[in-house]
Protein backbone atom coordinates (compact mmCIF):
# COMPACT_ATOMS: atom_id res chain seq x y z
CA UNK A 1 0.00 0.00 0.00
CA UNK A 2 1.28 3.82 -1.01
CA UNK A 3 1.44 5.73 2.33
CA UNK A 4 0.42 9.37 2.27
CA UNK A 5 1.40 12.32 4.76
CA UNK A 6 -1.85 14.20 4.87
CA UNK A 7 -0.23 18.11 4.61
CA UNK A 8 -0.88 20.01 7.91
CA UNK A 9 0.68 23.59 7.83
CA UNK A 10 0.35 24.08 11.36
CA UNK A 11 1.98 20.44 11.83
CA UNK A 12 4.90 20.99 9.79
CA UNK A 13 7.73 20.74 12.52
CA UNK A 14 6.04 16.99 13.01
CA UNK A 15 5.78 16.05 9.56
CA UNK A 16 9.03 17.54 8.79
CA UNK A 17 11.23 15.04 11.61
CA UNK A 18 8.76 11.96 10.18
CA UNK A 19 9.28 12.44 6.60
CA UNK A 20 12.98 11.02 6.17
CA UNK A 21 12.10 8.15 8.41
CA UNK A 22 9.08 6.38 6.00
CA UNK A 23 8.77 5.48 2.59
CA UNK A 24 6.10 7.34 1.10
CA UNK A 25 4.47 8.99 -1.84
CA UNK A 26 4.81 12.35 -0.61
CA UNK A 27 2.02 15.09 1.10
CA UNK A 28 -1.53 15.53 0.36
CA UNK A 29 -3.78 18.30 1.12
CA UNK A 30 -6.48 15.56 0.74
CA UNK A 31 -7.10 11.43 1.73
CA UNK A 32 -5.78 8.91 -1.09
CA UNK A 33 -6.52 4.93 -0.85
CA UNK A 34 -3.86 3.49 0.84
CA UNK A 35 -1.97 4.18 4.34
CA UNK A 36 -3.13 7.86 5.16
CA UNK A 37 -0.82 9.82 8.64
CA UNK A 38 -2.01 12.86 10.07
CA UNK A 39 -0.84 15.15 12.67
CA UNK A 40 -2.92 17.14 14.68
CA UNK A 41 -3.69 19.60 17.65
CA UNK A 42 -6.99 20.12 19.27
CA UNK A 43 -8.72 22.79 17.64
CA UNK A 44 -8.14 20.59 13.90
CA UNK A 45 -9.07 17.28 15.62
CA UNK A 46 -13.43 17.84 14.49
CA UNK A 47 -12.10 19.12 10.87
CA UNK A 48 -9.83 15.82 10.33
CA UNK A 49 -12.18 13.63 11.90
CA UNK A 50 -15.27 14.64 9.85
CA UNK A 51 -12.56 14.62 6.70
CA UNK A 52 -12.13 10.85 7.96
CA UNK A 53 -15.62 9.77 7.90
CA UNK A 54 -15.84 11.24 5.05
CA UNK A 55 -13.88 9.42 2.81
CA UNK A 56 -14.47 6.18 4.74
CA UNK A 57 -17.74 6.24 4.01
CA UNK A 58 -16.67 5.90 0.29
CA UNK A 59 -13.23 3.42 0.18
CA UNK A 60 -12.91 0.67 2.38
CA UNK A 61 -9.51 1.27 0.73
CA UNK A 62 -7.79 3.39 3.39
CA UNK A 63 -5.55 3.04 6.52
CA UNK A 64 -6.11 6.23 8.69
CA UNK A 65 -3.35 6.67 10.92
CA UNK A 66 -3.26 9.96 13.74
CA UNK A 67 -0.54 11.21 15.94
CA UNK A 68 0.32 14.57 17.57
CA UNK A 69 -0.55 16.00 20.44
CA UNK A 70 -4.52 15.21 20.10
CA UNK A 71 -4.61 11.90 19.50
CA UNK A 72 -2.09 11.27 21.97
CA UNK A 73 -3.92 13.20 24.88
CA UNK A 74 -6.93 11.60 23.70
CA UNK A 75 -6.76 8.24 22.05
CA UNK A 76 -10.12 6.77 23.04
CA UNK A 77 -11.66 10.09 21.07
CA UNK A 78 -9.78 9.72 18.12
CA UNK A 79 -9.61 5.80 17.50
CA UNK A 80 -13.95 6.47 17.05
CA UNK A 81 -12.56 7.84 13.45
CA UNK A 82 -8.57 6.85 12.70
CA UNK A 83 -7.66 3.11 13.10
CA UNK A 84 -4.36 3.83 14.75
CA UNK A 85 -2.95 6.10 16.77
CA UNK A 86 0.52 6.56 17.46
CA UNK A 87 0.81 7.71 21.10
CA UNK A 88 3.52 10.31 21.90
CA UNK A 89 6.75 10.30 19.97
CA UNK A 90 6.39 8.72 16.66
CA UNK A 91 9.88 8.83 15.29
CA UNK A 92 10.33 4.61 16.32
CA UNK A 93 6.31 3.82 16.82
CA UNK A 94 5.50 5.21 12.96
CA UNK A 95 8.01 3.15 10.69
CA UNK A 96 7.13 0.12 12.87
CA UNK A 97 3.39 0.52 12.74
CA UNK A 98 3.29 0.92 8.69
CA UNK A 99 6.10 -1.75 8.10
CA UNK A 100 3.60 -4.08 10.07
CA UNK A 101 0.69 -3.11 8.08
CA UNK A 102 2.19 -3.48 4.77
CA UNK A 103 3.71 -7.19 5.57
CA UNK A 104 0.90 -8.22 7.76
CA UNK A 105 3.12 -8.08 11.29
CA UNK A 106 1.67 -8.59 14.75
CA UNK A 107 1.37 -5.05 15.75
CA UNK A 108 0.13 -6.03 18.98
CA UNK A 109 3.95 -6.14 19.87
CA UNK A 110 4.89 -2.64 18.77
CA UNK A 111 4.61 -0.06 21.59
CA UNK A 112 2.84 3.18 21.98
CA UNK A 113 -0.07 2.90 19.69
CA UNK A 114 -3.32 2.29 20.05
CA UNK A 115 -6.04 0.19 17.55
CA UNK A 116 -9.65 -0.83 16.72
CA UNK A 117 -9.32 -4.92 16.08
CA UNK A 118 -11.26 -7.25 13.87
CA UNK A 119 -14.08 -6.34 16.33
CA UNK A 120 -13.89 -2.97 17.00
CA UNK A 121 -12.34 -3.17 20.32
CA UNK A 122 -9.87 -0.17 21.33
CA UNK A 123 -6.71 -1.87 22.35
CA UNK A 124 -3.52 -0.22 23.32
CA UNK A 125 -0.15 -1.40 23.74
CA UNK A 126 2.98 -0.94 26.49
CA UNK A 127 4.26 2.69 26.01
CA UNK A 128 7.37 3.06 24.74
CA UNK A 129 10.46 5.13 25.86
CA UNK A 130 11.46 8.26 24.73
CA UNK A 131 13.61 9.06 21.95
CA UNK A 132 17.60 9.63 22.01
CA UNK A 133 17.22 13.01 19.69
CA UNK A 134 20.65 12.64 18.07
CA UNK A 135 19.33 8.84 16.61
CA UNK A 136 17.09 10.88 14.44
CA UNK A 137 17.11 14.07 11.96
CA UNK A 138 15.56 17.48 12.77
CA UNK A 139 14.28 17.13 9.07
CA UNK A 140 15.28 16.22 5.65
CA UNK A 141 16.02 19.00 3.45
CA UNK A 142 14.60 16.92 0.71
CA UNK A 143 11.21 16.91 2.31
CA UNK A 144 10.59 19.36 3.83
CA UNK A 145 12.55 22.31 6.45
CA UNK A 146 11.83 23.15 9.88
CA UNK A 147 13.66 25.13 12.98
CA UNK A 148 15.94 23.26 14.48
CA UNK A 149 14.59 21.04 17.79
CA UNK A 150 17.22 21.83 20.10
CA UNK A 151 15.52 20.24 23.46
CA UNK A 152 12.15 18.07 24.23
CA UNK A 153 10.56 17.62 27.54
CA UNK A 154 9.60 19.76 30.76
CA UNK A 155 9.76 19.23 34.24
CA UNK A 156 7.68 22.23 35.11
CA UNK A 157 4.35 20.60 34.65
CA UNK A 158 2.16 23.43 34.06
CA UNK A 159 -1.54 21.57 34.57
CA UNK A 160 -2.58 23.57 31.13
CA UNK A 161 0.16 21.96 28.76
CA UNK A 162 0.77 19.22 26.92
CA UNK A 163 4.38 19.33 26.53
CA UNK A 164 4.93 16.80 29.20
CA UNK A 165 2.48 14.11 28.14
CA UNK A 166 4.02 14.38 24.65
CA UNK A 167 7.53 14.36 25.48
CA UNK A 168 7.86 12.92 28.91
CA UNK A 169 8.97 15.51 31.96
CA UNK A 170 12.63 14.89 31.68
CA UNK A 171 14.52 17.32 29.68
CA UNK A 172 16.32 15.68 26.46
CA UNK A 173 18.72 18.06 24.10
CA UNK A 174 19.84 17.23 20.56
CA UNK A 175 23.99 17.74 20.87
CA UNK A 176 25.86 20.61 19.36
CA UNK A 177 27.54 18.40 17.11
CA UNK A 178 23.84 17.40 15.90
CA UNK A 179 22.62 20.89 15.68
CA UNK A 180 25.39 22.25 14.29
CA UNK A 181 24.94 19.51 10.74
CA UNK A 182 21.45 21.09 10.31
CA UNK A 183 22.37 24.84 10.69
CA UNK A 184 24.45 24.38 7.64
CA UNK A 185 21.06 24.75 5.71
CA UNK A 186 20.20 27.91 7.26
CA UNK A 187 21.49 31.50 7.02
CA UNK A 188 18.89 32.22 9.62
CA UNK A 189 18.77 29.79 12.16
CA UNK A 190 15.68 29.44 14.23
CA UNK A 191 15.14 26.83 17.34
CA UNK A 192 12.30 24.91 18.89
CA UNK A 193 12.14 23.98 22.24
CA UNK A 194 10.08 24.28 25.81
CA UNK A 195 12.73 26.68 27.16
CA UNK A 196 15.96 27.63 24.80
CA UNK A 197 17.65 29.14 27.81
CA UNK A 198 17.52 25.63 29.31
CA UNK A 199 19.49 24.34 26.70
CA UNK A 200 21.75 21.70 28.47
CA UNK A 201 20.35 21.72 31.39
CA UNK A 202 17.61 19.69 33.65
CA UNK A 203 15.07 22.26 32.92
CA UNK A 204 15.28 23.95 36.36
CA UNK A 205 19.13 24.67 36.64
CA UNK A 206 20.09 26.90 34.32
CA UNK A 207 23.66 25.61 32.44
CA UNK A 208 24.35 28.65 30.72
CA UNK A 209 27.60 27.27 29.91
CA UNK A 210 26.17 24.67 27.83
CA UNK A 211 23.96 27.80 25.92
CA UNK A 212 27.31 29.61 25.40
CA UNK A 213 29.23 26.91 24.29
CA UNK A 214 26.00 26.09 21.50
CA UNK A 215 25.84 29.54 20.82
CA UNK A 216 29.69 30.39 20.04
CA UNK A 217 29.94 26.90 18.05
CA UNK A 218 26.90 27.95 15.85
CA UNK A 219 28.28 31.56 15.29
CA UNK A 220 32.16 29.92 13.92
CA UNK A 221 29.85 28.69 11.20
CA UNK A 222 30.12 32.34 10.43
CA UNK A 223 27.69 34.63 8.50
CA UNK A 224 24.75 32.90 10.15
CA UNK A 225 22.00 35.12 11.35
CA UNK A 226 21.01 32.98 14.98
CA UNK A 227 17.33 33.71 16.53
CA UNK A 228 17.41 32.37 20.07
CA UNK A 229 14.95 32.59 22.84
CA UNK A 230 12.22 33.80 20.55
CA UNK A 231 9.63 32.36 18.10
CA UNK A 232 8.87 29.57 17.20
CA UNK A 233 10.39 29.23 20.90
CA UNK A 234 10.20 30.87 24.42
CA UNK A 235 11.84 31.01 27.74
CA UNK A 236 10.89 30.90 31.34
CA UNK A 237 10.86 34.26 33.05
CA UNK A 238 13.02 32.57 35.43
CA UNK A 239 15.67 31.76 33.17
CA UNK A 240 16.24 35.45 32.33
CA UNK A 241 19.26 36.78 33.88
CA UNK A 242 21.75 39.23 32.84
CA UNK A 243 24.20 36.97 31.74
CA UNK A 244 21.68 34.82 29.14
CA UNK A 245 20.76 38.78 28.09
CA UNK A 246 24.51 39.47 27.54
CA UNK A 247 24.84 35.80 25.59
CA UNK A 248 21.93 37.26 23.77
CA UNK A 249 23.53 40.10 22.25
CA UNK A 250 26.54 38.56 21.69
CA UNK A 251 26.00 36.04 19.41
CA UNK A 252 22.58 36.16 18.43
CA UNK A 253 20.81 38.63 15.59
CA UNK A 254 17.13 38.60 17.87
CA UNK A 255 16.81 41.98 19.81
CA UNK A 256 13.35 40.51 21.46
CA UNK A 257 12.82 37.81 23.93
CA UNK A 258 9.50 35.59 24.12
CA UNK A 259 8.71 34.63 27.85
CA UNK A 260 5.51 32.71 29.38
CA UNK A 261 4.32 34.84 32.04
CA UNK A 262 0.78 33.35 31.79
CA UNK A 263 -0.59 35.35 34.27
CA UNK A 264 -0.42 38.27 36.65
CA UNK A 265 -2.14 36.31 39.31
CA UNK A 266 0.11 35.05 42.12
CA UNK A 267 -3.21 32.75 43.15
CA UNK A 268 -3.62 31.61 39.52
CA UNK A 269 0.08 31.25 39.41
CA UNK A 270 0.06 28.55 42.13
CA UNK A 271 -3.28 26.62 41.19
CA UNK A 272 -1.76 25.91 37.43
CA UNK A 273 1.79 24.95 38.81
CA UNK A 274 3.48 27.52 37.17
CA UNK A 275 6.66 27.22 38.89
CA UNK A 276 7.36 30.66 39.05
CA UNK A 277 5.60 33.97 40.13
CA UNK A 278 4.41 37.39 38.95
CA UNK A 279 7.77 39.14 40.35
CA UNK A 280 10.08 36.83 38.35
CA UNK A 281 8.31 37.96 35.23
CA UNK A 282 8.62 41.71 36.33
CA UNK A 283 12.27 41.30 37.73
CA UNK A 284 13.05 39.67 33.83
CA UNK A 285 10.60 41.92 32.02
CA UNK A 286 13.20 44.92 33.40
CA UNK A 287 16.28 42.65 32.72
CA UNK A 288 15.29 43.19 29.15
CA UNK A 289 14.97 46.61 29.03
CA UNK A 290 17.76 47.13 30.98
CA UNK A 291 19.95 45.20 28.12
CA UNK A 292 18.04 46.59 25.49
CA UNK A 293 15.89 44.09 24.18
CA UNK A 294 11.91 44.26 23.65
CA UNK A 295 10.08 41.20 25.71
CA UNK A 296 7.12 39.69 23.49
CA UNK A 297 5.13 38.16 26.81
CA UNK A 298 2.97 35.68 26.40
CA UNK A 299 -0.51 35.48 28.72
CA UNK A 300 -3.54 33.27 28.69
CA UNK A 301 -7.05 34.71 30.08
CA UNK A 302 -9.63 32.07 31.13
CA UNK A 303 -7.93 29.75 33.47
CA UNK A 304 -10.46 27.33 35.45
CA UNK A 305 -11.11 29.26 38.74
CA UNK A 306 -10.13 32.45 37.09
CA UNK A 307 -11.50 35.54 39.02
CA UNK A 308 -12.41 38.97 37.38
CA UNK A 309 -9.97 40.50 40.07
CA UNK A 310 -7.44 38.17 38.57
CA UNK A 311 -7.88 38.58 35.04
CA UNK A 312 -7.64 42.43 35.77
CA UNK A 313 -4.16 41.73 38.02
CA UNK A 314 -3.36 40.18 34.42
CA UNK A 315 -4.47 43.34 32.68
CA UNK A 316 -2.64 45.64 34.32
CA UNK A 317 1.11 43.52 34.12
CA UNK A 318 -0.15 44.21 30.35
CA UNK A 319 -0.73 47.49 30.70
CA UNK A 320 2.70 48.22 32.54
CA UNK A 321 4.44 46.07 30.37
CA UNK A 322 3.31 47.51 26.74
CA UNK A 323 3.10 51.44 28.54
CA UNK A 324 5.73 51.46 30.73
CA UNK A 325 8.29 49.56 29.40
CA UNK A 326 7.79 49.14 25.64
CA UNK A 327 7.25 45.36 25.23
CA UNK A 328 4.91 43.91 23.53
CA UNK A 329 2.06 40.98 24.62
CA UNK A 330 0.26 38.10 22.73
CA UNK A 331 -3.17 36.85 24.78
CA UNK A 332 -4.60 33.39 24.22
CA UNK A 333 -7.59 31.82 25.38
CA UNK A 334 -7.55 29.02 27.82
CA UNK A 335 -8.36 25.95 25.87
CA UNK A 336 -8.54 22.84 28.04
CA UNK A 337 -6.77 20.24 26.07
CA UNK A 338 -6.57 16.37 26.94
CA UNK A 339 -4.17 14.47 28.54
CA UNK A 340 -3.54 17.74 30.91
CA UNK A 341 -4.62 17.55 34.44
CA UNK A 342 -7.22 20.62 33.14
CA UNK A 343 -8.71 18.54 30.25
CA UNK A 344 -12.02 18.16 32.42
CA UNK A 345 -12.21 21.69 33.30
CA UNK A 346 -14.37 24.56 32.16
CA UNK A 347 -12.96 27.38 31.36
CA UNK A 348 -13.60 30.81 33.03
CA UNK A 349 -15.52 33.81 30.88
CA UNK A 350 -13.64 36.86 30.63
CA UNK A 351 -15.39 40.04 31.98
CA UNK A 352 -16.84 43.01 29.99
CA UNK A 353 -14.17 45.19 31.51
CA UNK A 354 -10.92 43.02 31.02
CA UNK A 355 -12.11 42.50 27.35
CA UNK A 356 -12.83 46.66 26.89
CA UNK A 357 -9.17 47.10 28.26
CA UNK A 358 -7.76 44.24 26.02
CA UNK A 359 -9.41 45.64 23.40
CA UNK A 360 -7.67 49.06 24.17
CA UNK A 361 -4.37 47.54 24.00
CA UNK A 362 -4.97 45.76 21.03
CA UNK A 363 -6.24 48.74 19.01
CA UNK A 364 -3.15 50.84 19.72
CA UNK A 365 -1.09 47.78 18.36
CA UNK A 366 0.19 46.27 21.59
CA UNK A 367 -1.92 43.71 22.21
CA UNK A 368 -2.00 40.61 19.43
CA UNK A 369 -3.87 37.21 19.76
CA UNK A 370 -7.32 36.05 21.07
CA UNK A 371 -8.38 36.42 24.21
CA UNK A 372 -12.24 35.57 23.92
CA UNK A 373 -13.87 32.10 23.27
CA UNK A 374 -14.64 31.23 19.85
CA UNK A 375 -17.25 28.91 20.47
Known sequence: MKTYLRWNKKSAYSLAALAPLINFEGFTSEPKEGIMVYSFSTKQAQFFYDEVLEFASNSKKTIFIAGGPHPTGSPEETLDYFDYVVIGEGEETLPELINAIQNNIDINKIEGIGYRSNSGEKVYTN???????????????????????????????????????????????????????????????????????????????????????????????????????????EVRPEFVSDKALELVLEYCTNTSISMGAQTGSDAIMRSISRGHDVNDVIIAVERCIDHGIVPNVDFIVGFPGETPSDQMK?????????????????AHYFTPLPGTPYSNSLPSSVSKDVNKELGKLALKGKLTGTWQSST
Not at 314 to 330: A, F, Y
Request: proline share 6%; net charge positive; hydrophobic share 30%.
Open 127 to 233: PRSNVDLDTYPCFDPTHLYSPIEISRGCPWKCKYCQTPELFGSRMRHRSISSILKFSKYYSDIRFTSSNALAYGSDGIHPNLDKVELLLSSIAELGEKNIFFGTFPS
Open 314 to 330: SVELMKWICNKKGGKVH
